[in-house]
């Protein structure tokens, strides 16, 4: 009958790649009829999205910092005629280096705005407190908005506008743990994943749904270099003979099971939001996860070695043998 197997891998990444990350924030305000204030805080960032979703994360972390709507925040990346400095997407790197500079420099907005909030208030600057998207005069109902600031601002000549840098002195070591259960068929050699269960710990999360998509996305890549993606060379010329999608196996939705996802996580301590890093980690773990759960499936037929990819034709061939 079919053979079953489990495996437990437990994994440390070493997380950062470029330890500087910029961003450029500005409240750009329209007034309205009535006089109230409205507009839009303007983020230009260095790092490159591309389907990892930081406009949504760095919107969310704008939007807490500045009491503004997440609809009211407009960020912008790879533009390089607007922005001058950015050190891309890899290494696990955006939420925590990036994060931190879109961070710091929400908080440097509201610092900025403080002596014009305080000449409008006609109060003094220490008894200024920042809530909900504006200042208040701490012990009164006196306020008015960071976007009426903001109008004020451009209205002398001086946009309210921050350019922030932000550095990390080092690597971040997001960690987690990956169970996997597969089934084997003898026959055919052909190997289904059954369950899949990933423990990690990103430090923060800001976006659980993304940080989700971040470990699906990385466990189907593992998946994929475990059993199916197999680099082929001709041995005369040197020639590749898996270019193409035809001839390259990657996997597809009904090679992945459900993946359970649970996060633990411990605050990472070398930046504002605590965040460690979370998209690699993943495709560290997976490929032995799931080759220790084919092996244990097989154990008791005498097979104790498999090399990547683990095809069918691999698996029947180390059956055979054993």
């Not at 997380?15 to 006089?35: P, W």
């Not at 407009?74 to 001058?84: E, L, P, S, Y």
């Not at 004020?152 to 971040?172: H, N």
């Not at 005498?302 to 990547?308: A, E, N, P, Q």
Request: net charge negative; glycine share 14%; proline share 5%.
């Amino acid at each position: 009958g079919r053979r079953r197997g489990r495996a437990v891998t437990t994994y440390v990444e070493n997380a950062g790649g470029a330890l500087t990350e910029f961003a450029n924030i500005g409240v750009e305000a329209e007034t309205r009829v009535g006089g109230d204030h409205s507009g839009r805080v303007v983020a230009l960032v260095g790092s490159q999205d591309f389907g990892m979703g930081h406009a949504t994360m760095y919107t969310q972390i704008m939007a807490d910092v500045l009491g503004v709507r997440p609809d009211q925040v407009d960020v912008t990346d790879g533009d390089t005629d607007r922005i001058k400095e950015g050190y891309g997407a890899h290494g696990s790197r955006t939420a925590r280096i990036g994060g931190g500079a879109v961070f710091n420099g929400a908080r440097s907005v509201i610092e900025a705005g403080r002596p014009l909030a305080a000449e409008l208030l006609e109060a003094a600057e220490a008894d200024l407190a920042f809530d909900s998207g504006a200042y208040c005069v701490a012990g009164t109902d006196r306020t008015v908005s960071l976007f009426a600031v903001g109008a004020a601002a451009q209205d002398r000549g001086r946009p309210l506008r921050i350019k922030e840098r932000f550095e990390v002195p080092g690597m971040s070591y997001p960690s987690g743990c990956h169970l996997c259960e597969v089934e084997v068929d003898p026959e055919t050699g052909q190997v289904s994943l059954e369950r899949y269960l990933v423990i990690s710990d990103p430090g923060t999360v800001i976006n659980p749904m993304l940080a989700g998509g971040q470990l699906h996305g990385g466990i189907a890549m593992g998946v994929g270099q475990a059993l199916m993606e197999n680099t082929v060379y001709e041995a005369e010329t040197g020639q590749l003979l898996s270019g193409s999608l035809m001839d390259f196996c990657l996997p597809r939705a009904d090679d992945m099971p459900f993946v359970d996802v649970a996060f633990r996580p411990v605050e990472g301590d070398d930046n504002p939001l605590g965040v460690k890093g979370i998209a690699e980690g993943p495709t560290a773990a997976s490929p032995p996860t799931v080759v220790n759960a084919v092996l244990d499936a097989l154990a008791a037929d005498g097979v104790s070695m498999l090399d990547m990819p683990l095809t069918p034709m691999a698996v029947w061939q180390a059956l055979d043998r054993a």
